[in-house]
């Protein structure tokens, strides 16, 4: 069993930045897969950031160059530093865990994050 717990959400200015942190807990293994979500009000949840198996990046066209994800396997925390930030990216973020031995998906609570003046 997995349990994800994200913070760090909050209101922002646009232009402004925001850290968020995803706490993993249950057993964790460096192979597994862990990405940054967002739902907007009436829009689908969509993919923001991710980890890859073999340690890569991958980003949504919408957020390249304006956000970084890193992950601390030592901490089993993920983490999603955004920069610059857009009233566009106003939306729940979700931190998502894919087991790597078919043990499943995990999604944590959610966290706000709204960008507005």
């Known amino acids: 069993q997995v349990h994800l717990v994200e913070s760090g959400g909050g209101l922002v200015q646009p232009g402004g930045s925001l850290r968020l942190s995803c706490a993993a807990s249950?057993?964790?293994?460096?192979?597994?897969?862990m990405a940054w979500y967002r739902q907007a009000p009436g829009k689908q949840r969509e993919y923001v950031a991710g980890t890859t198996r073999g340690g890569d990046m991958n980003y949504a066209d919408s957020v390249k160059g304006r956000f970084t994800i890193s992950r601390d396997n030592a901490k089993n925390t993920l983490y999603l530093q955004m920069n610059s930030l857009k009233p566009e990216d106003t939306a729940v973020y979700y931190c998502?865990?894919?087991?790597?031995?078919?043990?499943?998906?995990?999604w944590g609570q959610g966290t706000q994050v709204t960008v507005s003046s």
């Open positions: 249950g057993t964790i293994f460096r192979l597994d897969v």
């Open positions: 998502n865990l894919q087991k790597s031995n078919g043990g499943g998906t995990y």
